[in-house]
């Protein structure tokens, strides 16, 4: 029985055992993208890179890693030089930034690397040994790497001085889908059989599987209307047409509460793709962020390939913004990730590359040279694409600073110098 079949019995069978046989949405996903053997990111079959089901910024090039680690190198300055300086990175992926920030620290800022304890965070199975058999080959020195793998139930409240950060992490966190029907917010949810005019069966594959059938009906909870109350957004107004369909990501804030229970003194980055608020529900966006990835081709069915691929949704930055003031973050800056990578230098590497190519000498006789100066300066401009990866969001807050410290500006969030 293949991965899409073992998930749709066990989807399945959750769904009879539930009062209603339906299930929320964000239930469905967290079982498709969690489930502890069959989810995709508990398998093996999480596949990120070029050739994968879909990239990340650490995979174009060391450069990203490198240049985050000039960002740490200054806030352990800014701290006033902690022993240790914590940098916990959440959802490591393959372990390729873990690696790069590392060495680089290694090489550039070795005094900080003394001071530093490097805590990765993940609990897909997969991922652990992914990263594990990557960061094991590296070597640095003769002592063995200041890391550790735990979760973040295991970090103690309040222990953390340093830096908390991810790179497309929340994204795929399970989310709650809504949709306006009859002038009132519906919420979506699965089951396997029809219960009405109002249901769609979305998948169609092969009678021998079992499909989903998307229902509609009240709320699950009460936090759905709260929260849009929350971010100042009106779903009931007349901006929004009749079938209006989105997301709502409580996972998020959740998760944003702990790690800010576990900060002491310090920072928080997260780095994905998303909005402000009311970037994310515009009216035009009627059909919601949520994507799917298999293979790397992208398209808008969930109910497809379940365990072997990707579901994702864009992040509300507004949402991380005001969850963060109730629980003590201060938001320090929010920019483009184009923008902060070339503040942190990003500029000076496009720009020398190209002083080497307006003076090639010997280089035109080198066709490969030139071919890797040329693909080297592609992949660099593809970290500040607007369009791409340089119009993810970085958003920044802090926690537990002193004034003085406050008013030191991070070098990420300055205007980035022109090349």
């Given at each position: 029985?293949?991965?899409?079949?073992?998930?749709?019995?066990?989807?399945?069978?959750?769904?009879?055992?539930?009062?209603?046989?339906?299930?929320?949405?964000?239930?469905?996903?967290?079982?498709?993208?969690?489930?502890?053997?069959?989810?995709?990111?508990?398998?093996?079959?999480?596949?990120?890179?070029?050739?994968?089901?879909?990239?990340?910024?650490?995979?174009?090039?060391?450069?990203?890693?490198e240049l985050l680690a000039e960002q740490f190198a200054q806030m352990w300055d800014i701290l006033g030089h902690p022993m240790p300086f914590t940098l916990m990175e959440m959802g490591a992926g393959?372990?390729?930034?873990?690696?790069?920030?590392?060495?680089?620290?290694?090489?550039?800022?070795?005094?900080?690397?003394?001071?530093?304890?490097?805590?990765?965070?993940?609990?897909?199975?997969?991922?652990?040994?992914?990263?594990?058999?990557?960061?094991?080959?590296?070597?640095?020195?003769?002592?063995?790497?200041?890391?550790?793998?735990?979760?973040?139930?295991?970090?103690?409240?309040?222990?953390?001085?340093?830096?908390?950060?991810?790179?497309?992490?929340?994204?795929?966190f399970p989310v709650h889908q809504v949709v306006i029907e009859g002038g009132q917010i519906k919420e979506i949810y699965l089951?396997?059989?029809?219960?009405?005019?109002?249901?769609?069966?979305?998948?169609?594959?092969?009678?021998?599987?079992?499909?989903?059938?998307?229902?509609?009906?009240?709320?699950?909870?009460?936090?759905?209307?709260?929260?849009?109350?929350?971010?100042?957004?009106?779903?009931?107004?007349?901006?929004?047409?009749?079938?209006?369909?989105?997301?709502?990501?409580?996972?998020?804030?959740?998760?944003?509460?702990?790690?800010?229970?576990?900060?002491?003194?310090?920072?928080?980055?997260?780095?994905?793709?998303?909005?402000?608020?009311?970037?994310?529900?515009?009216?035009?966006?009627?059909?919601?962020?949520?994507?799917?990835?298999?293979?790397?081709?992208?398209?808008?069915?969930?109910?497809?390939?379940?365990?072997?691929?990707?579901?994702?949704?864009?992040?509300?930055?507004?949402?991380?913004?005001?969850?963060?003031?109730?629980?003590?973050?201060?938001?320090?800056?929010?920019?483009?990730?184009?923008?902060?990578?070339?503040?942190?230098?990003?500029?000076?590497?496009?720009?020398?590359?190209?002083?080497?190519?307006?003076?090639?000498?010997?280089?035109?006789?080198?066709?490969?040279?030139?071919?890797?100066?040329?693909?080297?300066?592609?992949?660099?401009?593809?970290?500040?694409?607007?369009?791409?990866?340089?119009?993810?969001?970085?958003?920044?807050?802090?926690?537990?600073?002193?004034?003085?410290?406050?008013?030191?500006?991070?070098?990420?969030?300055?205007?980035?110098?022109?090349?």
């Amino acid at each position: 029985m293949t991965t899409d079949q073992l998930l749709r019995n066990i989807i399945a069978n959750k769904i009879t055992t539930e009062p209603n046989q339906r299930i929320t949405f964000a239930d469905y996903m967290d079982l498709a993208l969690y489930h502890p053997e069959q989810g995709y990111y508990a398998t093996g079959a999480v596949n990120i890179g070029s050739e994968g089901d879909f990239f990340t910024s650490p995979h174009l090039s060391r450069d990203f890693g490198e240049l985050l680690a000039e960002q740490f190198a200054q806030m352990w300055d800014i701290l006033g030089h902690p022993m240790p300086f914590t940098l916990m990175e959440m959802g490591a992926g393959q372990g390729l930034l873990a690696a790069d920030v590392l060495y680089y620290l290694h090489r550039h800022y070795p005094d900080c690397f003394k001071a530093l304890e490097y805590i990765i965070i993940e609990k897909a199975a997969g991922l652990i040994y992914q990263q594990q058999q990557q960061l094991h080959r590296l070597k640095i020195g003769d002592k063995a790497l200041p890391l550790q793998w735990c979760s973040l139930e295991e970090i103690p409240e309040n222990s953390i001085t340093g830096c908390c950060f991810s790179n497309e992490l929340i994204d795929a966190f399970p989310v709650h889908q809504v949709v306006i029907e009859g002038g009132q917010i519906k919420e979506i949810y699965l089951t396997t059989a029809n219960t009405g005019t109002d249901s769609l069966a979305l998948d169609s594959q092969a009678s021998s599987k079992i499909n989903f059938i998307e229902v509609t009906d009240s709320l699950s909870t009460s936090r759905i209307t709260e929260y849009f109350e929350f971010i100042g957004i009106d779903l009931l107004s007349d901006a929004y047409p009749e079938g209006y369909r989105t997301e709502v990501n409580f996972a998020a804030l959740d998760w944003l509460n702990t790690v800010a229970n576990r900060l002491k003194r310090g920072f928080l980055l997260t780095i994905d793709y998303g909005y402000s608020a009311d970037r994310y529900y515009q009216p035009a966006r009627h059909q919601g962020t949520l994507q799917c990835y298999y293979q790397h081709q992208h398209h808008d069915n969930p109910y497809l390939y379940i365990g072997q691929q990707d579901i994702t949704a864009h992040v509300n930055f507004t949402a991380l913004e005001y969850q963060g003031e109730l629980c003590g973050l201060r938001k320090v800056g929010f920019t483009q990730q184009g923008l902060f990578l070339m503040a942190l230098g990003l500029g000076d590497r496009i720009g020398a590359l190209s002083a080497r190519d307006s003076d090639r000498g010997n280089a035109i006789a080198k066709g490969q040279d030139v071919m890797k100066l040329m693909q080297r300066r592609q992949i660099l401009h593809q970290l500040m694409d607007p369009m791409g990866l340089g119009g993810f969001g970085v958003l920044l807050q802090s926690k537990g600073l002193t004034q003085q410290e406050e008013q030191v500006s991070l070098k990420g969030l300055t205007v980035p110098p022109m090349f």
